[in-house]
Structure formats: C-alpha cells, structure tokens
C-alpha cells in the first residue's frame, strides 16, 4: 500500500477556509499516487489558536467531515483528515476521523490525553474515552493524537484490541522535536507495528511546530521522513509484515504483565 502524510504548514494569516482550500490542492495531489493520506492535528482552525476553538467548532456530521468524506470518495482512497474541534452535547473534543475509499466514515477518534504545558487545550476540551481501533482493508488500524505518543499503555491498549498500524495526527512544537522522533520510532518498535505521523509546520500563535512526519516500520526503523517545510511524505508498505515480525520476534507474545 502507498502512503502519503500531508505535512500542512499553519499559517496564522490565513482563515480556516484558505487553510482548507489549500490543504485540499494537497490531498488532490497525494492521491494521484497513495492508498491513504493524513492530515495533521486541529490544522484548519491551528492548534495553538485556542480563542477561535469554540467558534470554528463543528458537530460530527457538520461541513468539514461531509468535504472530507467527498473528497475520499471522490479520489477513491482513505483519507485521514486529522483532527478538528468537534461540538457535541455542549462539550468540545479534539476529535480526528477516518474515512475509506466510497467516504464512509470508518471511525472517530476523540483525544484521551489532553495538553496542558503552555497550551488551553485540557482547560477548552473534554478528554476521548481511550482507545480505538478499527477494520480497514489494510488491517487494524489504531488512531491517536499528539501527546497521546507519550502514553505507552493507550498503544499497548490498541494493540490488545488488534492493532497493526498506528495513525498518529499532531501539531508537535519544535521545542520538543528530539521526543517526537524518539516516541515515533519507539511506539513502533515496542508494539511491532507501522506508525504513520502528520505533523504541521510552520508558526501559529507564537509557537514554532516541528513537523518532521514519518513512516515507521514494526523494527522502529524511519522509512521516510519530513523535515521542516511544508511537503508529502511518502512510502509504500506491506502490513502484511507485521505479522511476519511478529512470528519472526515474538515479543508481544513474550510478555507477563
């Protein structure tokens, strides 16, 4: 399968519906030549905008997923549009989403661990419920967001619920760019699965993001990776190989606690 991860540059002069225009010229391009594309976290309002997060709020069935689903109907690939701030009941989550080729929502994916070190999203969100995993053609797919890749339980979690791809949305400061490419590579390893990473570029509310998204292999080993220009990252995959290392290597099997 062919993989492309839409590394989004936020730029904070634009409004959310410039950023979408040009995210989509993006997707419109990947999928001349991907199986699947991602999309970064909360990338059409920007993360770190916390006083636009409840007024560009949306329910689940709102315009930003109906244009998404479209789209990978329309190109006839499963599009991981990232993440987006959902409206539900009188609460916000941070919630990303999933859909396959005729733009069906495969599933939903409301954010567990919510960042609070310099940021107003555990004050302005309510958490997910934990971990979600969900069928696709490729097998298993486990999704998650951003400061989740610090939690190693809710992965081992996923890969107990069957987990053999990880698909992780996110807009991870520069700051702390050295942890993101340890825990993409770790998260993998340690669960002997794919990961997949979209991270934004860019500057958004004063805070330089990291990018850097990467295809991760179940060894740990970076099949391709970003650096810190907006771009495609792409690579092709076999998931059959997870579990060819996993029988090969069989430490999740190896396990006592």
């Known amino acids: 399968m062919k993989v492309a991860s839409i590394?989004?540059?936020?730029?904070?002069?634009?409004?959310?519906?410039?950023?979408?225009?040009?995210?989509?010229d993006l997707v419109d391009r990947a999928a001349q030549d991907a199986d699947l594309i991602l999309l970064p976290e909360v990338w059409a309002t920007g993360y770190f905008n916390f006083d636009k997060y409840k007024e560009e709020a949306e329910p689940l069935d709102g315009e930003f997923v109906r244009f998404f689903a479209a789209k990978a109907k329309q190109?006839?690939?499963?599009?991981?549009?990232?993440?987006?701030?959902?409206?539900?009941?009188?609460?916000?989550?941070?919630?990303?989403?999933?859909f396959d080729r005729q733009g069906m929502l495969v599933g939903t994916y409301q954010k567990t661990h919510l960042f609070r070190y310099g940021s107003k999203e555990g004050e302005l969100l309510t958490r997910g419920d934990g971990a979600k995993v969900f069928d696709t053609e490729f097998g298993k797919?486990?999704?998650?967001?951003?400061y989740d890749l610090r939690f190693p339980e809710?992965?081992?979690?996923?890969?107990?619920?069957?987990?053999?791809?990880?698909?992780?949305?996110?807009?991870?400061?520069?700051?702390?760019?050295?942890?993101?490419?340890l825990f993409n590579a770790t998260r993998a390893l340690?669960?002997?699965?794919?990961?997949?990473?979209?991270?934004?570029?860019?500057?958004?509310?004063?805070?330089l993001l990291g990018g850097h998204s990467s295809i991760v292999d179940p060894w740990g080993i970076t099949l391709a990776t970003a650096g810190e220009q907006e771009t495609i990252v792409k690579s092709e995959i076999d998931p059959s190989e997870v579990q060819r290392i996993r029988d090969v290597f069989p430490s999740l099997k190896h396990r006592v606690i």
């Not at 993440?83 to 989550?93: P, Q, W």
């Not at 797919?141 to 951003?146: E, F, P, S, Y």
């Open 7 to 24: 590394q989004l540059e936020i730029k904070d002069s634009e409004s959310k519906e410039q950023r979408i225009g040009r995210a989509t």
């Open 75 to 98: 190109h006839g690939v499963y599009l991981f549009a990232g993440s987006f701030i959902e409206v539900k009941d009188g609460n916000y989550y941070n919630t990303s989403i999933l």
């Open 141 to 146: 797919v486990g999704l998650t967001t951003c």
């Open 154 to 181: 809710l992965y081992r979690q996923q890969v107990d619920l069957g987990a053999q791809m990880f698909l992780v949305t996110s807009a991870w400061p520069h700051q702390r760019l050295e942890h993101w490419k």
């Open 190 to 207: 340690e669960n002997q699965s794919f990961l997949i990473s979209c991270n934004c570029v860019g500057t958004t509310n004063n805070v």
